[in-house]
């Protein structure tokens, strides 16, 4: 279960309250219904989190994160980008706010204290939100 819990965490990165409460209404829903048979795969969990994201319109981009995680799992499954990317500061917190600038290549990582800021240089690769997303979910999961 604790596995499930984690990828839970990571395709929900963008799930207001609210909408964690219904997908944990469904979740609960479909526990119920394998109660006599299996309990639900990862699939499932997939097919109930991205049903969740539409209807309360959790969107990056054009699709859901649970609908990218399907056509790319390994944007959250990587123990090193969890390390690289991880938000879990020394001395100081993040406000929420990651800022992205694609023209000069640079992560912007707002700090709630004195409106400070810390900042990075993007990888070759992150070009667009779908190559940015294992930075953003691996960095908020923390």
């Given amino acids: 279960m604790a596995n499930h819990i984690d990828f839970l965490v990571k395709v929900t990165t963008n799930f207001s309250g609210a909408t964690v409460d219904a997908l944990k ?21 997939l097919e109930l989190t ?61 700090l709630s204290s004195n409106d400070a800021t810390l900042e990075s240089d993007l990888n070759l690769e992150e070009t667009s939100t779908l190559t940015l997303l294992s930075r953003f979910v691996n960095g908020c999961s923390s």
């Fill in 25 to 45: 209404s469904s979740i609960i829903v479909a526990i119920d219904q394998y109660q006599n048979s299996r309990t639900p795969t990862d699939k499932t969990l």
């Fill in 50 to 110: 991205d049903n969740t994201a539409r209807e309360f319109s959790c969107w990056f981009g054009i699709g859901t994160l649970p609908e990218i995680y399907h056509l790319y799992p390994d944007i959250v499954s990587s123990t090193e980008q969890q390390e690289k990317y991880s938000l879990k500061l020394s001395n100081i917190s993040p406000s929420g706010s990651i800022l992205v600038d694609l023209q000069y290549r640079k992560c912007l990582i707002e």
